[in-house]
């Protein structure tokens, strides 16, 4: 892999062949596991100045209708996270010169704070092709990692390595994009601050902690007016009491559909009446017949839905383009022809880019020699990539099939995988949250989340704990279980998957990130994280994932606890910068009036373990019961909900997996949403007049 070093700059063409689409990562790690950065990409002219609003990239708009540019998301890596974007130079403008590629950090974090920041490239195969490694960000809000731009009809990448104090907001405004400052919006909030504040509070400025007025008087550029530019603010690092502050956008008019959010009215005449669907699933009688009506649904609206196909294939190293796609395609293989289970097509400016697609549903699992004959096929028709496609969940540094890569040959084939949580996830994302461009186009998406979710379809994602499951949780009982059994590392790999499957469903109903959370030393392997987990569990009995959902202030932790059989979701979340304890009690437990009765509150306490707990039910008619009788300064609060978790290793009703999946719903639904809302008011007192 080529090295770039800062202010340093390379031809991309030398690098290899396969150029026109590349993927960009920008990659960093922190002790914690909590560090997290947004990245943000902008197009630029020969002024150094966006075209308009449109040019700028970031968690508002990820996606160019050209399909020049791609967010991709976030994904986990080892101790930090990876940050993509898929970008396909031969559909840039012509009159763009510049690329620039750059993250921003919010609530007063800084890059330097993170370890092991790096930006890497890889072809439309996705082989890595170059790093470059930044050694000190320093204490900057936003960071310009590197830049494409164009030289005698090549792109080229420069490694800039320049901060910006002044954050997203001030980044993005340097480079000609307008800013809308929705300040009707922040005085509302600010206003509702100060009403929360009044409980025990008076005299006190909301702006100092919140990132209000004078929170964003650090974050300006010399000369600027105090208000020009609302700095990003995230509310992680929040205290309990303050609710969310709209982003910072560009101003964008582009109209897209999405589905209402109630249902119409039925028209039928009784519940037995059923809507008819597009595509039906009471005729699927086996697993061949689920097979190939599913790889034909979604390959159909992928070539019928430009936004949905290429959400989908731009990871893979796709360009954008007019996609065709096809079932049940007959290849010559020697004496006995080949029949993948679809093929994609994405034609641009005459050239094809093609994937063979290998599908699977319900538990069945994919077959090594299989996928091995279609990467032969792919090399030897110079095809681009293989699509594996099943309810099974890829893990880092841990592939679902072991394949053998001909190295003589000179065409390289990719080999990509996708679950069909992931799929019905970026379908969620589009219909309900970010829209695609007509009603036709939202209705079929519909009826594929529909089919997907049915069922009968055997679509559902990652449900069954594996073969290990039982023998593991029965040699945890019994004290029999030793360190080294290799069916623990099994349990933990199908641990993982789970956490993962969780986040994506999650992510697509809230429309936000939705990211597992992985705390590991700094430099270890994802083997090597699971070799210590196993070994956790084989002591402890329990096992451990973390979730980070954007917007929340705090990590959501879930903790099954195998010898009791139960399983506990918590969320610590800060204390408050101002008032005093007695006052942020009482806020807290206004806050959560409609949260379960059974919530676990329990005081964190400064040098100690826990401190004071109970449950809300109690700590409703007292709240400073929770308050450390010996005056110990108090660090926040965790709050936990625990239930019985499954007994059976799949997703049925009496499953471990759906326990997990019902735990995690249940806790966001009815603790986190109430931590982002204002407390509510108190009614005024009113005095009974005496009878009589």
Not at 381 to 397: F, K
Request: aromatic share 6%; charged share 25%.
């Amino acid at each position: 892999m080529y090295e770039l070093t800062k202010g340093a700059n390379v031809d991309l063409a030398a690098l290899g062949e396969s150029v026109e689409s590349v993927v960009v990562s920008l990659d960093w790690t922190s002790a914690t596991g909590e560090g997290d950065a947004d990245v943000s990409v902008l197009l630029l002219n020969t002024d150094g100045k966006v075209r308009g609003d449109d040019d700028f990239y970031f968690y508002n708009n990820p996606v160019a209708a050209d399909g020049s540019v791609q967010l991709l998301g976030k994904s986990p890596s080892g101790s930090g996270n990876k940050d993509r974007i898929s970008f396909d130079l031969s559909a840039v403008p012509a009159d763009v010169e510049r690329i620039v590629v750059a993250a921003s950090r919010y609530a007063g974090a800084r890059f330097g704070d993170l370890d092991d920041l790096q930006l890497t490239l890889a072809d439309g195969s996705g082989e890595g092709l170059l790093r470059y490694a930044i050694e000190d960000a320093g204490s900057v809000s936003a960071f310009i990692f590197g830049e494409l731009y164009r030289r005698g009809g090549t792109w080229k990448l420069r490694a800039v390595g320049q901060g910006y104090d002044t954050g997203l907001a001030g980044l993005a405004t340097d480079f000609g994009v307008d800013i809308d400052d929705d300040a009707a919006a922040e005085q509302e909030l600010e206003a509702t601050e100060r009403e929360d504040l009044d409980d025990g509070t008076t005299g006190t400025t909301p702006d100092a902690d919140t990132g209000g007025a004078a929170g964003r008087a650090t974050d300006r550029a010399p000369g600027e007016a105090l208000d020009a530019v609302p700095a990003p603010r995230r509310p992680e690092a929040a205290a309990v009491d303050a609710p969310l502050r709209p982003r910072p956008r560009p101003r964008t008019a582009k109209k897209k559909v999405t589905l209402p959010k109630a249902a119409k009215k039925t028209l039928a005449e009784n519940e037995s009446w059923k809507e008819a669907r597009l595509f039906p699933v009471s005729v699927l009688k086996s697993d061949r017949d689920r097979e190939t009506r599913a790889t034909s649904v979604l390959l159909s609206v992928m070539a019928q839905v430009p936004e949905f196909g290429r959400r989908l294939t731009a990871a893979f190293g796709a360009p954008a383009g007019r996609m065709e796609t096809f079932t049940e395609v007959v290849l010559p293989c020697g004496d006995s022809p080949r029949r993948p289970d679809g093929v994609v097509r994405v034609e641009r400016a005459g050239k094809l880019w093609t994937a063979l697609v290998e599908t699977k549903t319900n538990g069945n699992a994919l077959r090594a020699e299989q996928v091995q004959a279609y990467m032969d096929i792919a090399a030897r028709r110079g095809y681009e990539a293989v699509i594996t496609l099943s309810n099974d969940v890829a893990l880092e540094g841990s592939p679902l099939v072991d394949v053998r890569v001909d190295g003589r040959r000179k065409h390289r084939v990719a080999l990509w995988h996708l679950s069909w949580a992931e799929v019905a996830h970026q379908a969620q994302l589009l219909i309900r949250h970010e829209g695609v461009g007509n009603g036709a186009h939202a209705w079929l998406l519909q009826e594929l989340l529909h089919y997907l979710q049915h069922e009968n379809s055997g679509c559902h994602g990652f449900q069954n704990m594996g073969s290990a499951w039982v023998p593991v949780r029965n040699g945890i009982d019994d004290e029999t279980l030793c360190q080294g059994d290799p069916r623990t590392l099994e349990v933990v790999e199908s641990w993982e998957r789970l956490i993962r499957q969780v986040c994506l469903r999650l992510g697509g109903e809230l429309g936000q990130k939705v990211l597992p959370v992985h705390r590991s030393r700094r430099g270890t392997t994802a083997g090597a994280r699971r070799s210590m987990l196993a070994n956790q569990l084989c002591a402890e009995g329990r096992l451990q994932g973390e979730v980070r959902i954007e917007g929340t202030p705090g990590v959501l932790v879930i903790t099954a606890d195998l010898r009791t059989g139960k399983l506990r979701t918590a969320m610590d979340i800060p204390a408050p910068v101002q008032g005093s304890p007695l006052a942020w009690a009482k806020r807290l437990v206004r806050r959560l009036a409609e949260a379960p009765a059974d919530l676990h509150i329990e005081a964190l306490v400064e040098g100690e373990g826990g401190g004071p707990r109970g449950t809300l039910e109690r700590l409703r008619p007292e709240p400073a019961d929770i308050l450390p009788k010996n005056g110990a300064q108090i660090t926040g609060f965790k709050l936990s909900l625990f239930k019985n978790m499954g007994s059976s290793r799949g997703s049925a009703e009496s499953g471990f997996i759906r326990s997990v999946d019902d735990a995690v719903h249940r806790f966001y639904s009815t603790v986190v949403t109430h931590l982002d809302r204002p407390a509510p008011r108190r009614a005024p007192s009113t005095a009974l007049a005496p009878a009589g």
